[in-house]
């Protein structure tokens, strides 16, 4: 019996989750390839590879400045025409947190993905808290504390990079250009640390495959909408 699906992404919003995953492979390949720095960089022969792919380090610079532009321009764009309906909606929720009920979802979520439904039990009964994992709304608390830091940290590298880019008009000083690059790189590895977990939970880890489906199809199952997201799922029922 097929289970009934509830829409959960516009097509749109799809079209922005990948055309987002796909500037950033692209920027990240293309940043480390930058990087011809022996004691930096760990493969060594990446940045060759990718000088003789596009014809050359200035070659590999434009492209990655023009990805790097088109990424932020359409988040820009994106933001402005769908600024009601999407953005604002989007940005209320990630900072509705409620701390009793969100902290209680991590400890009892952490522990039924590392050690099983059994163990939750037992840790639950011998140090008095409920086994029942909290319920969610549109994104669980997990969700939010990855998109808090990836949307500041996605504006501080669109900072950094346009500041790199007017160092090479004279629009910069080199004092600046310089700190602008550190914090290019540290805030590109926190955020694409904070990607990978991301990328585990919404593909591998077991129970969540429905997530990383309806990055395609746009809609989950309700039954997979009332374990993971009930609290979302209950205001779709009541509208």
Not at 45 to 63: D, H, Y
Not at 83 to 101: C, Q, T
Request: glycine share 10%; aromatic share 14%.
């Amino acid at each position: 019996m097929t289970q009934t699906q509830i829409h959960r992404h516009t097509r749109l919003s799809i079209f922005m989750h990948w055309f987002n995953a796909g500037c950033w492979i692209f920027l990240l390949l293309t940043g480390l390839g930058l990087i011809q720095n022996d004691d930096l960089q760990p493969f060594t022969s990446w940045p060759t590879i990718l000088r003789i792919v596009f014809g050359g380090g200035a070659n590999l610079l434009l492209a990655h400045e023009i990805v790097g532009v088109t990424w932020a321009g359409g988040f820009f764009l994106y933001g402005i025409v769908r600024l009601k309906s999407d953005v604002l909606p989007f940005f209320r929720e990630i900072f509705n947190v409620n701390i009793h009920r969100d902290f209680l979802w991590l400890v009892a979520k952490g522990i039924q993905m590392t050690l099983g439904y059994r163990a939750l039990g037992v840790i639950a009964e011998k140090f008095g808290f409920s086994p029942v994992i909290p319920d969610q709304g549109f994104y669980n608390i997990g969700q939010k504390i990855f998109a808090v830091p990836a949307v500041f940290g996605g504006i501080v590298i669109v900072a950094s990079g346009i500041t790199m880019i007017l160092s090479q008009i004279g629009m910069a000083s080199t004092e600046l250009v310089q700190w602008a690059i550190l914090v290019h790189f540290i805030t590109v590895g926190l955020v694409f640390a904070g990607l990978l977990i991301h990328v585990f939970m919404a593909s591998i880890a077991a129970g969540e495959q429905p997530a990383f489906i309806s990055m395609f199809t746009g809609s989950v199952p309700e039954d997979y909408a009332r374990h993971h997201h009930k609290l979302w799922l209950d205001e779709v029922k009541k509208s």
